[in-house]
């Protein structure tokens, strides 16, 4: 949960590369949607969801839209997790819980739909498989492509984060 809504401004993100390097940026890119999902290793339901955007990072595979993990753990325990789901997207760590405290985080896994001028357009909390579904459709959208299905039969209709 947030307290952030869709139409607000997405706020800077301030984090950490693995290897330790510090950066803070805008979350919009411009022409491009973002898609940031926070995270933490411990949480059943994060383990849940972020399989999900893998599939959705591999299906809409382009330059012309941008997934960014956020973990809210340290650089080994979220390499450990990258390994062990098989996880290729980009993920950068919450640096002293500032990007988490920006957006005004009380439950973790959530995820933000940012559009190319830093609004927030979409916020899911937990794992909710219409809200992912809709995320998939809206980046197919963005694309000019077919939606492809990101969660799996198996996959809970909503878990609580």
Known sequence: MTTLRPGNPAPILVMATPEGETRIEAPA??????VLAFFKAECATSQLILPCLERLYQAY??????????SQDDPE?????????????????DYAFQSSTAYR????????????HGIIQKISVGFAREDLEFLSQQIARHLGQEPIPITQDRDPAFRPG
Do not use: C, Y
């Not at 890119?29 to 973002?34: D, G």
């Not at 595979?61 to 956020?70: F, T």
């Open 29 to 34: 890119t411009p022409m491009k949607p973002t």
């Open 61 to 70: 595979a382009s330059e012309n839209w941008r997934l960014l993990g956020v």
């Open 77 to 93: 325990t979220t390499q450990t997790l990258r390994q062990s789901l098989g996880l290729s997207f980009p993920i950068a760590i």
């Open 105 to 116: 985080l009380t439950h973790i896994p959530t995820w933000f739909l940012i559009d190319p």
